[in-house]
């Protein structure tokens, strides 16, 4: 017999390793001999008040062993002569479209302008160190995309769009730890993330499907409205009848492509703003009531913040607990900030990119000459401009954040762990005034929210430009572009994702879609 049962578990309590089975017998009302095991199903902390409770979902087994197996299972067979579905990208859509065209007897043909995870590390290292870009292999670009070195949190509000719990099964399949698979709010961390992605792509290529990097699309052949191939940037050309876009947010030259080749886009609504860094230890004393460390058994706090100024949403957005802020930028001659943590969340800072909403249609006015791409060049110019202020590099501008709610320029910086450095600047008058003021205001209301995470210990780093694509890519019911048959906008790219989970569902309905008239 199994029965699920709900359990609260104090500070305390947590210390002792039989608390569960404890805990189940008494709820249950039966002797802990007759427990053979205990599943646990969902875990969450609740430290809203002083006394800090953990909040267990507990599958428990009685008189039964405990299944030793996934309810999930991933039928991979040999693709390697069947029919192709090409992919462009190989992020987290463009990964889980692959797997899923395998598991549907179709073989994925990948094309990734970046390079391997591997070879990556080292275009990494020259933004951080040398200042310099590589436009094809960065932090967004290259195998795995952005996910790869952004966290691998996995939250997601996206329950309705596909199967969750079989993107963790499969993560965990290829190497994640099944701790994902029970905490509310998993991720897997940037140091733990490299290996899964690898072992994604050794299943692909092992069951007869192709990925080829640094292979950069530069064009498409439509012919009757209908995609015909795909044109490389070393001059290939690929004969292609069904293909999946899932290039991310940031792949600019393709929504150009497509613009210059009078292929529908539309501007949607997106956000920026900045990155707040606290010491971690701010956040841990708020979050936790706590003077001193933090206890053992509690991880890096994070929190969630949210303020509507002038009838725009400010908010928090991918906050990194024991984290550290990373250079994003796409292109030279642009400063970009992004954040990510390693698996134990271990390291002194806290922080988190505080955006403004910012409305397409309301906005953007002086823009409208760009259409469409509206959004796109307002992104650029702001990027552009943390580059000039940040000192023509990729060191950041930064600001201390009660000195840019007071508007005064910072004598001297906070500790970060913004690898390029920081550059002392005036964002309160830099930034423009529908984000700036909104971002002003929105702190002093999270000071009120948490008190003591108004201080002068954080500082507010420039730009977090990149929280979503500005730019959309319509599709029909059958997930295809109403204009071009044969191709298939796909994941955060297209508008059609916002995170890793997102992304990955969207990745294989999209593969199911492409399938479908094959």
Do not use: W
């Amino acid at each position: 017999m199994v029965k699920e049962v709900q359990l609260r578990v104090s500070l305390q309590e947590e210390e002792r390793t039989d608390i569960l089975v404890l805990k189940s017998a008494k709820a249950l009302k039966i002797p802990k001999e007759d427990i053979s095991g205990i599943k646990v199903m969902r875990k969450s902390i609740d430290a809203r008040n002083p006394k800090i409770i953990f909040n267990y979902k507990v599958a428990v087994y009685i008189k039964e062993p405990l299944p030793q197996s996934s309810q999930y299972t991933f039928n991979y067979s040999d693709v390697s002569n069947a029919k192709p579905i090409h992919i462009i990208g190989f992020g987290p859509a463009g990964m889980y479209a692959a797997l899923r065209c395998i598991e549907l007897g179709f073989k994925p043909i990948v094309l990734e302008r970046g390079k391997d995870v591997q070879n990556r590390r080292r275009d990494l290292r020259a933004i951080n160190q040398d200042h310099f870009v590589n436009e094809d292999s960065n932090y967004c670009f290259g195998e795995g995309g952005a996910g790869t070195y952004s966290d691998g949190k996995l939250y997601t509000r996206s329950l309705k769009r596909g199967d969750v719990r079989r993107i963790f099964e499969n993560l965990v399949y290829h190497g994640a730890t099944d701790q994902i698979l029970v905490d509310a709010h998993p991720h897997i961390g940037t140091n733990k993330l490299p290996k899964v992605v690898q072992n994604i792509r050794k299943t692909i290529l092992k069951y007869g499907g192709e990925i080829h990097f640094e292979s950069r699309v530069t064009d498409f052949i439509i012919k009757d409205n209908r995609i015909q191939a795909i044109q490389l940037k070393n001059g290939d050309e690929l004969t292609a009848n069904r293909v999946i876009l899932a290039t991310g947010h940031s792949a600019r030259d393709i929504f150009y492509l497509l613009h210059k080749k009078n292929i529908a886009l539309e501007a949607k609504s997106f956000a920026m703003g900045v990155r707040v860094e606290h010491p971690q230890h701010i956040i841990d004393s708020i979050q936790y009531h706590c003077q001193g460390e933090r206890h053992d058994l509690l991880p890096a706090a994070s929190y969630s913040l949210v303020q509507q100024v002038n009838e725009r949403g400010v908010y928090s957005f991918c906050m990194c607990p024991g984290g550290f802020i990373v250079p994003a930028a796409t292109a030279n001659g642009e400063v970009v900030v992004n954040g990510m943590s390693p698996s134990k969340r271990n390291n002194e800072f806290a922080n988190s990119g505080i955006v403004v909403e910012i409305n397409a249609d309301k906005d953007l006015f002086k823009y409208e000459a760009f259409g469409v791409l509206k959004g796109l060049e307002y992104q650029k110019d702001l990027e552009r401009l943390a580059y000039t202020a940040g000192g023509r590099s990729q060191v950041a501008p930064a600001q201390r954040l009660t000195d840019f709610v007071e508007g005064k320029l910072s004598n001297d910086l906070n500790p970060t762990s913004y690898q390029p450095g920081l550059n002392t600047s005036p964002m309160h008058s830099l930034l423009p005034k529908l984000i700036g003021s909104r971002l002003r205001q929105g702190f002093k209301a999270f000071g009120e929210k948490m008190k003591g995470y108004y201080t002068s210990e954080a500082n507010i780093i420039g730009v977090e430009s990149r929280t979503s694509s500005p730019v959309s890519i319509p599709r029909n019911s059958k997930l295809e572009h109403p204009e071009v048959a044969g191709l298939f906008p796909c994941g955060e790219g297209g508008g059609y994702a916002g995170g890793i989970i997102s992304a990955a569902m969207d990745g294989e309905r999209c593969a199911e879609a492409a399938a479908a008239g094959l």
